[in-house]
């Protein structure tokens, strides 16, 4: 999938890091239960991303820097339930184009 922030608001902060860029939210529900890598490689700007269980369940996983500027999780996903995928900005100037990937 890819996206911008560009015209996005900053509604959501990650806990793993300061995150005061714009942010959007995806709702996501896996076809079978799995390890999910997630990723925003390819991405124009410094990613934050983190994944929520539900709209505001708990975090699953959270992400700053995988080697780059862009960002990673893992997390271990199960079939049918709604988890919440949060590509944000670090910096508060931090938006832009991004690319969001989910592989099993």
């Known amino acids: 999938m890819v996206g911008t922030t560009d015209f996005a608001t900053n509604d959501d ?26 990723s925003t490689a390819g991405s124009s700007f410094d990613t934050v991303l983190f994944v929520l269980e539900g709209c505001e369940g708990p975090v699953v996983g959270c992400n700053d820097d995988a080697g780059d500027l862009t960002s990673k999780v893992e997390v271990s996903a199960v079939a049918g339930r709604s988890y919440v995928i949060v590509v944000d900005g670090y910096e508060r100037l931090d ?8 592989v099993r």
């Open 95 to 102: 938006s832009g184009d991004f690319r969001l990937s989910v």
């Open 13 to 38: 902060s990650a806990p793993c890091t300061r995150s005061p860029g714009k942010d959007l939210r995806y709702l996501w529900r896996p076809d079978e239960t799995a390890t999910y890598r997630i």
